[in-house]
């Protein structure tokens, strides 16, 4: 089986920083893309930021010039360093990875982690 597991989330001031981790473990033989996702009270999830195996990465516009993600693939780890955040970046935050197991290929998501930018 494969997990991801997320970390790093809580409360911070407007303008602060926070950096979220997610680690994938299990039975896997390769990560294509990894990223985060987000989805704010009443609206729809959508897309952060995400980081394919060895290609550019892509950043909604409302995230650009002050979040940033890194993935480290000997530890299958993604992480995404925000700063400069403002109170409509609150939500809760997942991670997902496009992992090719046993015999499969599938897209993972972590367990969700909240984020909430308040004075």
């Known amino acids: 089986q494969v997990q991801l597991v997320e970390s790093g989330g809580g409360l911070v001031q407007p303008g602060g920083s926070l950096r979220l981790s997610c680690v994938a473990s299990?039975?896997?033989?390769?990560?294509?893309?990894m990223g985060w996702y987000r989805q704010a009270p009443g609206k729809q999830r959508e897309l952060v930021a995400t980081?394919?195996?060895?290609?550019?990465?892509i950043y909604a516009d409302s995230v650009k010039g002050r979040f940033t993600i890194s993935r480290d693939n000997a530890k299958n780890t993604v992480n995404l360093q925000m700063n400069s955040l403002k109170s409509e970046d609150t939500a809760v935050y997942y991670c997902y990875a496009d992992i090719v197991g046993i015999g499969r290929r599938d897209v993972y998501w972590g367990q969700g982690t909240q984020v909430t930018i308040s004075s």
């Open positions: 299990g039975s896997i033989f390769s990560i294509y893309a």
């Open positions: 980081i394919p195996f060895g290609g550019s990465t």
